[in-house]
């Protein structure tokens, strides 16, 4: 009789219906321990964004002149930043296609037209220092291979970049704007972020000649230094 009873439960503990229970159980852990990985990550992000906000330097970047049929892309505008030339002019001065040949005086034509295409140069990371003046905006000092604190005025900050396929990046080259609010974004003159002490620079809005924060509802507020 027990064997009977026992032969039964293992009959039981192997029918199509206990599988799929127990399938179904594993799929449901498994779904539940992603969604709590994702939590957790959001979380973490959400953390960093904070004290990147919180802590962060106010860094105001001037914009260069794009063309004004790209400019505003309905919800969001296309940036780009006069410190992106600083950086590529100041990386052209020391590349080696960028001096006198000791044979000739002037420079190869060909090279000289290379040289204006970033292409040429092999991808590569760093620092940009930038003096901050009055209204905290950054100004182009150096280029530094590392953040180091020490070698860095007090009124000075570095701020990472990237040369990567034949373009700068030194932060986001867009900005999101509520629908219906492209006309108070067109005055805007700079980009305002918070530096953060790595380096890494965050934008948190846009300002306009008379360093006003552009609220994009028709009123505007004095950036805070």
Do not use: C
């Given at each position: 009789?027990?064997?009977?009873?026992?032969?039964?439960?293992?009959?039981?503990?192997?029918?199509?219906?206990?599988?799929?229970?127990?399938?179904?159980?594993?799929?449901?852990?498994?779904?539940?321990?992603?969604?709590?990985?994702?939590?957790i990550?959001?979380?973490?992000?959400?953390?960093?964004?904070?004290?990147?906000?919180?802590?962060?330097?106010?860094?105001?970047?001037?914009?260069?002149?794009?063309?004004?049929?790209?400019?505003?892309?309905?919800?969001?505008?296309?940036?780009?930043y006069?410190?992106?030339?600083?950086?590529?002019?100041?990386?052209?001065?020391?590349?080696?296609?960028?001096?006198?040949?000791?044979?000739?005086?002037?420079?190869?034509?060909?090279?000289?037209e290379?040289?204006?295409?970033?292409r040429?140069?092999?991808p590569s990371?760093?620092?940009?220092?930038?003096?901050?003046?009055?209204?905290?905006?950054?100004?182009?000092?150096?280029?530094?291979?590392?953040?180091?604190?020490?070698?860095?005025?007090?009124?000075?900050?570095?701020?990472?970049?990237?040369?990567?396929?034949?373009?700068?990046?030194?932060?986001?080259?867009?900005?999101?704007?509520?629908?219906?609010?492209?006309?108070?974004?067109?005055?805007?003159?700079?980009?305002?972020?918070?530096?953060?002490?790595?380096?890494?620079?965050?934008?948190?809005?846009?300002?306009?000649?008379?360093?006003?924060?552009?609220?994009?509802?028709?009123?505007?507020?004095?950036?805070?230094?």
């Amino acid at each position: 009789m027990k064997n009977k009873i026992l032969t039964k439960r293992l009959t039981d503990d192997t029918s199509p219906s206990t599988h799929w229970l127990k399938k179904r159980a594993v799929t449901i852990t498994i779904a539940l321990l992603g969604l709590a990985l994702i939590l957790i990550i959001m979380t973490i992000n959400i953390i960093k964004y904070e004290t990147h906000l919180s802590t962060g330097k106010t860094v105001l970047l001037a914009l260069a002149p794009v063309d004004p049929r790209g400019f505003m892309q309905g919800d969001y505008m296309v940036l780009s930043y006069a410190l992106e030339r600083d950086i590529f002019d100041a990386m052209r001065s020391t590349h080696p296609h960028s001096t006198p040949d000791e044979s000739n005086s002037a420079l190869d034509p060909e090279l000289v037209e290379l040289d204006a295409d970033l292409r040429i140069y092999e991808p590569s990371d760093g620092y940009v220092i930038v003096k901050l003046d009055g209204n905290n905006v950054g100004h182009f000092v150096r280029l530094a291979d590392s953040n180091d604190p020490d070698k860095l005025a007090a009124d000075e900050i570095a701020i990472h970049y990237r040369a990567r396929n034949g373009n700068i990046q030194l932060a986001t080259n867009a900005f999101f704007f509520q629908e219906g609010h492209a006309k108070a974004f067109e005055t805007a003159e700079y980009g305002l972020f918070r530096v953060n002490d790595k380096g890494e620079p965050l934008l948190t809005g846009m300002v306009d000649g008379e360093f006003k924060v552009i609220s994009g509802r028709g009123e505007e507020d004095k950036t805070s230094h």
